[in-house]
T-cell receptor
Framework: SQQGEEDPQALSIQEGENATMNCSYKTSINNLQWYRQNSGRGLVHLILIRSNEREKHSGRLRVTLDTSKKSSSLLITASRAADTASYFCATFYGNNRLAFGKGNQVVVIP | EADIYQTPRYLVIGTGKKITLECSQTMGHDKMYWYQQDPGMELHLIHYSYGVNSTEKGDLSSESTVSRIRTEHFPLTLESARPSHTSQYLC?????????????FGSGTQLSVL
């Protein structure tokens, strides 16, 4: 069952601009993770935010979590062409399995 | 760089063939997973394992089978491939650390069944 759903689905921005994408989930969570997937490749873990955290930073990434709204956002600041990828949020559910949302496709135009 | 490897990277086969997609990791992780992903779509969990001799079906019904005879190896087998099996198959692994774990993914196998 899908636990996360990202919004917007596709985003096209100029290099140097910020990119923001959102994710909503359905059940209570212990943590939420964001992954990046380059075209035709596997996923790479970006950042994990725990349910008792509201904001977390990692380099040019900023993740927020609002457990009351069951939503999270991922902000990429000063985007680069190399940031072109799909971004997925993921949460754990029954039996300790990780479920992924549909993903946001981000295209950064040089 | 994740130490998890999938072969082959691409596979084109005819209907009815038996195939095995290989997945190996050198990180000593207990947990391993197979996800199926159509282009531009979400990932669906089809199989997972918590350790040697442990295999479970995931959320998406799949005609494939898996085995876990060694910690590092988690192959997926299709006894009789069909065009509906055309998809990308992603293998992943993680430590047994409860709800704080992150997954490491292989590069995937893109399967095309003609």
């Amino acid at each position: 069952s899908q636990q996360g759903e990202e919004d917007p689905q596709a985003l096209s921005i100029q290099e140097g601009e910020n990119a923001t994408m959102n994710c909503s989930y359905k059940t209570s969570i212990n943590n939420l993770q964001w992954y990046r997937q380059n075209s035709g490749r596997g996923l790479v873990h970006l950042i994990l935010i725990r349910s008792n955290e509201r904001e977390k930073h990692s380099g040019r990434l900023r993740v927020t979590l609002d457990t009351s709204k069951k939503s999270s956002s991922l902000l990429i600041t000063a985007s680069r062409a190399a940031d072109t990828a799909s971004y997925f949020c993921a949460t754990f559910y029954g039996n300790n399995r990780l479920a992924f949302g549909k993903g946001n496709q981000v295209v950064v135009i040089p | 760089e994740a130490d998890i490897y999938q072969t082959p990277r691409y596979l084109v086969i005819g209907t009815g063939k038996k195939i095995t997609l290989e997945c190996s990791q050198t990180m000593g992780h207990d947990k391993m997973y197979w996800y199926q992903q159509d282009p531009g779509m979400e990932l669906h969990l089809i199989h997972y394992s918590y350790g040697v001799n442990s295999t479970e079906k995931g959320d998406l019904s799949s005609e494939s089978t898996v085995s876990r005879i060694r910690t590092e190896h988690f192959p997926l087998t299709l006894e009789s491939a069909r065009p509906s099996h055309t998809s990308q198959y992603l293998c992943a692994s993680s430590d047994r650390q409860g709800y704080g774990e992150k997954l490491f993914f292989g590069s995937g196998t893109q399967l095309s069944v003609l």
